[in-house]
């Protein structure tokens, strides 16, 4: 999630490009999910700046409001969820759900997904309350809950592999590594940062950590007694990175 009085920080070193396990079916959650917010942006971008600003400040949640009491929109933990400070802050936060949400969704299925995203995303907003119950700029953005997501997907598939992208310079360098390393790594850089929040500014990096520990904690809850079985694939070989020689053995590329 972002704090609108600041810039999106984007000091991350690798960008995560796709992971090696196949959607079973169809993540018809996660799509409706990913345009809901992005046509939430557009009715964002409509706005004159001055109607804007009340839409972030009605719909976005400003702590201190919580904090005072009535007539404080209590809704707002969960519809800041669907705001976004700019183009990249969206884009960022879509194409991670769309990485890592299609797999939570597979194994809770679309309703309790949906569920599971909306509680991941309320925690992650009351996380930023809860740290910091008298700020007065607004809280906006969907990277808590797809932190949930993220906390969700490390439980389940810690096996599997996450192909990213490292910037050297001007040279694009390609990396495969575990599920377990990426995400125990991102996790460690939120919590490393959210010391540092006054001089980085503009990420409300407790709100993040919050909604993956929500996800990671809570996952359980919300697979049904039909989710699917985990498969072959989701062992500790990422059998879409190895081809079946003769004899029927693999072979990792």
């Known amino acids: 999630m972002q704090k609108l009085a600041g810039r999106l920080t ?28 992005v046509l939430v942006f557009m009715f964002e971008l409509g706005l004159p700046e001055p109607a804007l600003l009340r839409v972030l400040f009605t719909f976005g949640m400003v702590p201190a409001e919580l904090t005072a009491g009535p007539p404080a929109p209590y809704w707002s933990p969960i519809t800041a969820v669907f705001l976004h ?32 995203y909306l509680l991941c995303g309320t925690v992650a907003s009351l996380s930023e309350f809860v740290v910091h119950p008298t700020s007065s700029v607004p809280v906006i953005g969907a990277s808590g809950a797809i932190a949930g997501v993220m906390g969700a997907y490390l439980a389940m598939y810690h096996h599997a592999r996450i192909v990213l992208l490292v910037p050297l310079f001007f040279w694009p360098l390609f990396v495969q590594v575990s599920a377990l390393f990426f995400l125990f790594y991102w996790f460690l850089v939120q919590v490393m940062s959210s010391s540092l929040e006054p001089s980085l500014g503009g990420v409300a990096y407790w709100a993040h950590i919050g909604g993956f520990a929500a996800g990671f904690g809570l996952h359980r809850l919300f697979i049904g007694p039909r989710g699917r079985a985990p498969c072959d694939d989701e062992g500790p070989l990422a059998r879409a990175w190895e081809v079946p020689p003769r004899g029927g053995r693999h072979v990792r590329l």
């Open 85 to 116: 400070a700019g183009w990249l802050h969206l884009i960022a936060n879509m194409w991670t759900l769309w990485i890592f949400g299609d797999n939570v969704e597979d194994r809770m299925g679309p309703v309790r997904f949906v569920a599971f």
């Open 10 to 37: 984007t000091r991350a070193a690798v960008i995560p490009l796709y992971d090696t396990i196949p959607s079973r079916h169809p993540a018809v959650a996660n799509w409706l999910l990913i345009g809901a917010h």
